[in-house]
T-cell receptor
Framework: GENVEQHPSTLSVQEGDSAVIKCTYSDSASNYFPWYKQELGKGPQLIIDIRSNVGEKKDQRIAVTLNKTAKHFSLHITETQPEDSAVYFCAASTGGTSYGKLTFGQGTILTVHP | EAQVTQNPRYLITVTGKKLTVTCSQNMNHEYMSWYRQDPGLGLRQIYYSMNVEVTDKGDVPEGYKVSRKEKRNFPLILESPSPNQTSLYFC???????????FGSGTQLSVL
């Protein structure tokens, strides 16, 4: 089955700096890659997603890039703010008969210092 | 308000005592799924249901059962809980498939 590796496990930045979280996946058939943000005591919340037919997607300060050849994708947060502090999860899934399955990475604890 | 509601929020039980964690969504979503979250392991999928007629195993289904008798509800059943099922559990739903999931607030389960 699919395996998703996420790095780093913790990331500490100063307010205003950029943050990058990277994920690799094993199944070349994977075609959907979402990113979720989990604040303390809450459930994960979708922040951005990308499909395999797109190389990059942006939404204000957040962007995701995908390299299908290398089987990795990354989350980029620019101009970080203290409210960006949370746990971030990447995930990957294939379509077809496995459309219900979604495999998550191990998570990255992001801390933004004021 | 659109939401996924899980109950209870916290649960402490003993080995072997059957329990059910309820999950309900008010968004008329077809897809529902259960995950467990453990430190260093991320979120792992237990079961998912594409619709009321289709339910299938995720990556860690052993020791769990689910039921999808109606669209809005998807309870998670532990018939004989064991300490290795101590975890934080999340229910999620979406309009279709595993995309753009809405998560509940979680159920922290401790099995003694």
């Amino acid at each position: 089955g699919e395996n998703v590796e996420q790095h780093p496990s913790t990331l500490s930045v100063q307010e205003g700096d950029s943050a990058v979280i990277k994920c690799t996946y094993s199944d070349s058939a994977s075609n959907y890659f979402p990113w979720y943000k989990q604040e303390l005591g809450k459930g994960p919340q979708l922040i951005i997603d990308i499909r395999s037919n797109v190389g990059e997607k942006k939404d204000q300060r957040i962007a995701v890039t995908l390299n299908k050849t290398a089987k990795h994708f990354s989350l980029h947060i620019t101009e970080t703010q203290p409210e960006d502090s949370a746990v971030y999860f990447c995930a990957a899934s294939t379509g077809g008969t496995s459309y219900g399955k979604l495999t998550f990475g191990q998570g990255t604890i992001l801390t933004v210092h004021p | 308000e659109a939401q996924v509601t899980q109950n209870p929020r916290y649960l402490i039980t003993v080995t072997g005592k059957k329990l059910t964690v309820t999950c309900s969504q008010n968004m008329n979503h077809e897809y529902m799924s259960w995950y467990r979250q453990d430190p260093g392991l991320g979120l792992r999928q237990i079961y998912y249901s594409m619709n009321v007629e289709v339910t299938d195993k995720g990556d860690v289904p052993e020791g769990y059962k689910v039921s999808r008798k109606e669209k809005r509800n998807f309870p998670l059943i532990l018939e004989s809980p064991s300490p290795n099922q101590t975890s934080l559990y999340f229910c999620a739903s979406s309009l279709y498939g595993n995309e753009k999931l809405f998560f509940g607030s979680g159920t922290q389960l401790s099995v003694l």
